[in-house]
């Protein structure tokens, strides 16, 4: 029987697919926490990405970083499109770089805060949900048979 998607085990592509999630994940953040860190003259440092204790309401450092995560679930999502490629694998793929970001605050600074944990849940609710619907909307794209003969009667 016919399949429209034949998914084959290729641990390669996962492995891929999951470097390159993870490397557009820390890029993108990095590059929005820089701009916006110059924009209101705070300290450029990469305690902002990893060390929970920095992820505050009360200070402006702390605000401009949990904007940044969430701007940055926003360009997540949309990469997934062109990394991901499928609404199904886009909660893998965020689940997945959230729990290695998770791995590392942890190992790097010890155990995360309430506030870190919200704000990167709702960072991977953002980008899970986003990514899936840009992918759905890709897949249910017509197909285009442009110079084939199509006879119109």
């Known amino acids: 029987m016919g399949r429209f998607y034949i998914t084959v085990w290729d641990p390669r592509l996962i492995i891929a697919q999951i470097i390159t999630t993870q490397t557009c ?3 993108f953040l990095s590059i929005l926490l820089l701009i916006l860190d110059l924009c209101f003259g705070q300290q450029i ?6 060390d929970p204790k920095v992820l505050s309401f009360a200070s402006s450092r702390g605000r401009i970083t949990i904007i940044s995560f ?3 679930a926003f360009v997540g999502g949309m990469s997934m499109v062109w990394i991901v490629e499928r609404a199904k694998k ?3 793929f965020t689940l997945t770089s959230h729990l290695i ?3 590392a605050c942890w190992f790097i600074y010890g155990s995360p805060g309430y506030v870190w944990l919200l704000t990167n849940t709702i960072s991977a609710i953002i980008q899970c949900l986003l990514g ?7 897949e249910l794209k017509e ?5 084939s003969l199509v006879m119109q009667v």
Request: net charge negative; hydrophobic share 45%.
């Open 90 to 92: 886009c909660l893998d």
């Open 143 to 147: 197909i285009s048979l442009a110079g």
């Open 45 to 50: 440092s990469l305690d902002q990405i990893f």
């Open 25 to 27: 994940y820390y890029a």
């Open 70 to 72: 969430a701007i940055n």
């Open 101 to 103: 970001h998770l791995l």
């Open 132 to 138: 899936e619907y840009l992918c759905m909307n890709r």
